[in-house]
């Protein structure tokens, strides 16, 4: 290959002397050319996406041809399928920048059981519930973290306490179901808590809860501050791995 590159380029070279106006072709010594051909390889090499398949065409999209001579078998690419797609997630709230709304009307994926919150986050001998919701402008946490939601909106607060009634400490991991809160509102909005860099934030919450001990996690979601003035009469889900349960509430 290395011969190859010293062979096209020699004649470029020659090529360029010959119209020069008399100036004299330089010869490369053999080094040089060892240098020139190493350097170019070593490029094509570098913008190759299919290096593993050996020395092919470095383009963004090979054509129909180029996959026939590198005996590739990939189908084209249907343009009128690319934009039905594009419509389908533009339908399911995702709008042309690809941002999902803040607040989710539809219903979730998730299906509903018949469990407990443990039993749908891994952990059936956990008791878990909610101690209390409440609304903030803002949530602090100490006095090192401070989280401000976004530009007309609150937080709704929830207050989770974990339970273990057993007799043999439990080390929990929630973070590996991915949990998450859906609060129904009394107009039938939902909402969806939002994961946070919080250190008692429930859907990171990994610890070990003693015997007949309980622990404490907070979530937090955040609505139109109008939507969050009356909440004594909503409705609380938590959804992990594809289900989800109503989550037991528990007047302050």
Known sequence: ???????????LFLSIGLCSCGTPLYEMTEDESDLIATYCASTV???NRFQDDG?????????AEQQEALGRSTPAVDET??????????????????????????????????ASVGEILGYPELEV?????????????????????NNGNNYLVLEVSIKNPTETPIECNFAEKSPSFVIELSDGTRIESEGTILLDDFSTFDEKVNAHGQAYAVALAQAPAGKLTDISDVRVYL??????????????
């Open 1 to 11: 290959m290395r011969r190859k590159f010293s062979i096209l380029l020699t004649a």
């Open 129 to 149: 519930f909610c101690d209390t919701m409440y609304v903030v402008d803002e949530y602090q946490e100490g006095n090192y973290i401070l989280l401000t939601p």
């Open 55 to 63: 020395l092919v065409f470095v383009v963004n999209k090979t054509t």
């Open 81 to 114: 399928v690319l934009e039905e797609e594009d419509e389908v997630e533009a339908l399911d709230g995702t709008d042309a920048e690809g941002s999902e709304s803040d607040i989710p009307d539809q219903e979730t994926d998730n299906v509903e059981i018949d």
């Open 239 to 252: 959804q992990a791995g594809g289900t989800s349960t109503e989550l037991p509430l528990v007047e302050p």
């Open 45 to 47: 090499a570098k913008f």
